[in-house]
């Protein structure tokens, strides 16, 4: 028996006792956490892989780990949103020592006159920084806080880790990695791991991108000196205009920046050992490994000598991605404290939803959404279109539209989450990028319709690559979706929300693929031939 959460620095309002599961889960991870002596070798495997359920807690489990450990810590998490319920759910302010939250520098303020970010700020060109030096820069003081060896856990997410592991001096040395949304870990990676070039690029060079796929570890050495000059010659120019009283401005950070981050992709284009594959779009191309995983001890994991990995959905498959074998991990399943009846994933037939979808296929589709709105007119919901183009079609057919909330692209996502959430109407959020990293618990949200099984597009190069390698794999990142979609807005066993999943290309594709769902999920699977009546309306908010 484990004290309550709040015995251990957490907040008393929001931590006055463990949720049901997570003090068995905190003790298991303790339990291959912490040794009898660093002279004898470890008993447990070095990964600690733990499939926890949407709203179990895993971000108390993730920093308790950290804490009660003695280990100094490293959690990630895949997206900003969840980063930020880690900054509001453990009070950094209140142990300022202890913990820390660290970002890309786009993230953070810059204090010099005219610089947007701390990414543009005059620093990057190698002039002394009045600000940065009199500690008040707030990207070089979180950076700073981020580093001290008496910071016992630190908060970032992958693509800053990833970065600042590779171009950065890094965040010190760590003894425990806590990878939460372990699912994305993979995509993560491999987004990081791609090269993307534009011809506007290489116009500086004289050069453009070749018509044909070549040797582009040849190609890429060969650009690698003309870079470098043209870079070494702007530094210097810039140099002579600061030293000759001249003002520098944000296009001469950004133009250093622009070089910098070419001579980056070169560099890695010239040490490719892996397979890769090459994508083009208009006037740019990319190459992206064909197995990010085979480079995540050394891009991601860094030799840290424990791991946990945390997700919803994590499953044998997610590891494997991560080229983790199976005889190095020791997998924690928690159950669900939330009644199946409260969470009710429903199948309710409409259409088969495709590329060969026609126009009356696509009315059909839209008016079983407005006829799940208008049965619920006194419930927020949110509408999971998977992709822009089908948030369109439903935009523009919807009989509902004084009721519906949207937005134009990720960049005002945010935006349009506070407005649903603030709004106490029956309004409706329709988006295609809310599947993870936000929380609509109680009555900002009661209901979630699920328009499509969320395939990935197989026609693009790297999804057919893979595909053709693993044939599963587009299944098993569609149930990792679908799964993660459905439980945002699911956060206690007091809460209710009903998941309602339109596509009937549901019914053969569970029947196939459950395995790739976790245990927790199937229990609420059901299925209905007609419409279902709205559960109860929440009466705890």
């Not at 359920?53 to 804490?67: D, E, Q």
């Not at 699912?183 to 060079?205: G, K, M, T, Y």
């Not at 079983?368 to 919901?381: A, H, N, T």
């Not at 057919?464 to 206690?492: C, F, K, N, W």
Request: aromatic share 10%; hydrophobic share 35%; proline share 8%.
């Amino acid at each position: 028996m484990l004290p309550p959460p709040f015995t251990f620095g957490l907040s008393p309002d929001r931590y006055p006792d463990w949720y049901p599961g997570q003090e068995a889960a905190l003790s298991w991870l303790l339990e291959g956490l912490l040794e009898e002596s660093p002279k004898t070798p470890p008993t447990t495997p070095r990964f600690l892989a733990l499939s926890a359920p949407t709203g179990s807690g895993k971000s108390v489990l993730a920093v308790l780990s950290g804490l009660l450990s003695g280990r100094r810590t490293l959690i990630l998490t895949a997206t900003k949103g969840l980063q930020d319920q880690y900054r509001d759910s453990v009070s950094f302010a209140d142990s300022p020592t202890l913990i820390a939250d660290i970002r890309g520098q786009n993230a953070y303020p810059c204090r010099i006159l005219d610089y947007p970010t701390a990414e543009d700020g005059p620093c990057h060109l190698g002039f002394s920084c009045p600000v940065r030096d009199r500690g008040r820069c707030p990207y070089y003081n979180a950076l700073s806080q981020a580093r001290m060896t008496a910071t016992q856990v630190v908060v970032s997410n992958y693509t800053c880790w990833l970065a600042l592991s590779k171009y950065g001096s890094g965040l010190g040395d760590f003894n425990l990695l806590v990878c939460d949304e372990a699912h994305r870990a993979f995509d993560c990676l491999s987004d990081f791991l791609s090269v993307n070039i534009r011809n506007e690029e290489l116009l500086p060079l004289g050069a453009s991108i070749p018509e044909k796929d070549l040797d582009w570890s040849t190609w890429a050495r060969g650009l690698l000196p003309r870079v470098d000059g043209l870079l070494s010659a702007l530094r210097s120019d810039l140099n002579d205009r600061y030293r000759g009283g001249f003002s520098l401005s944000v296009r001469d950070t950004r133009s250093v920046r622009r070089l910098q981050s070419l001579l980056n992709k070169l560099e890695r284009l010239a040490t490719i050992s892996t397979e890769w594959i090459a994508t083009r779009r208009f006037d740019n191309f990319s190459l992206t490994p064909l197995w990010p995983g085979t480079q995540a001890e050394g891009s991601l994991f860094r030799s840290i000598p424990r791991v946990v990995l945390m997700s919803a959905t994590l499953t044998p498959k997610a590891l494997a991605l991560l080229d983790v074998p199976p005889d190095a991990y020791s997998l924690y399943s928690m159950p669900s404290s939330f009644p199946p009846t409260s969470r009710p994933v429903i199948h309710v037939p409409t259409v088969r939803l495709d590329y060969r979808s026609t126009e009356s296929d696509l009315a059909l589709w839209a008016a079983r959404i407005d006829q799940i709105i208008e049965q619920r007119p006194d419930k927020k919901g949110i509408v999971h279109t998977v992709s822009y183009a089908r948030r369109d079609t439903f935009l523009h057919l919807s009989r509902n539209k004084d009721r519906l909330i949207s937005h134009e692209s990720a960049s005002n996502l945010a935006e349009a989450v506070s407005n649903f959430r603030r709004t106490s109407s029956p309004m409706v959020l329709v988006s295609p990028s809310l599947s993870e990293g936000w929380d609509f618990p109680y009555s900002d949200c009661e209901y979630v319709v699920i328009g499509k099984v969320p395939y990935e597009d197989t026609r693009e190069p790297v999804s057919r690559a893979r595909a053709e390698h693993d044939p599963e794999l587009p299944s098993y990142h569609a149930m990792q979706t679908i799964v993660q979609a459905s439980g945002r807005a699911m956060r206690s066993a007091s809460d209710r929300c009903e998941v309602i999943i339109i596509d009937d290309n549901w019914r053969w594709f569970y029947r196939r693929y459950h395995p790739f769902a976790p245990e927790w999920f199937q229990q609420a699977v059901v299925w209905n031939q007609t419409m279902p009546s709205p559960l109860a309306k929440v009466v705890k908010r």
